[in-house]
């Protein structure tokens, strides 16, 4: 019995079917059907960020422990081996820092829990984009600073101004990266210099 010739036949027809002969001759396929319209997606605002562990802003006191998370780049003030630098919000011990009064003239700004300081370095004191490091705490001019809310009228928010340079707190270029120093620089009066003062857990 010739299975495979009927077969074959009805292969041939079937494709034919779908070929268009043109006016002029030619052979053209056959338009594709339309596809389907995509279904409508709807994409849910992401939530706002927060501070992280629970981190709140708050006033900036003596006394008090607090993070300082810098408003340009989102990143805190972390200390490790004397260096300063920017980090990834966490609230961890080494992001924890306390103002301490001198005389009533300005504050040390001293790792809490430790008897260490935010310091300008002998050297380079005077220096633009000067490192801050963390040094024993001592009364000195390079360990003083200055609060100042001149960002906005927040008490949460808040310049750091060193008394003996009269340059104000900021990052390295005011760099987004993590572990970019803190350094020193001319007090703008924007971003880049205004700190977020934070609280700490459990303090």
Known sequence: MWIWPLVAGFAIAAAAAVVLVATD???SAAPAAPAAPAAPTSVAPAPAEKPAGG????????????????????????TYQGRVYQHNLTGAPEQQWVAVDIDGAGSQIQ????????????????????????KPCEVADRQRFYVDQPYSEKDTEATLRVYYSDMCLTVEGESSRTEAPVVQNSCTWKEATAWDVLTVPGA
Do not use: H, M, W
Not at 62 to 72: A, D, E, S
């Open 25 to 27: 001759g030619s052979e």
């Open 55 to 78: 981190l709140e802003p708050q006033a900036l006191t003596i006394g008090t422990p607090f993070v300082l998370r810098n408003k340009l780049t989102g990143l805190a003030v972390e």
């Open 111 to 134: 790792l809490a829990g430790t008897e260490r300081c935010l310091e300008l370095p002998a050297k380079t004191a005077l220096d633009q984009e000067a490192e801050l490091q963390v």
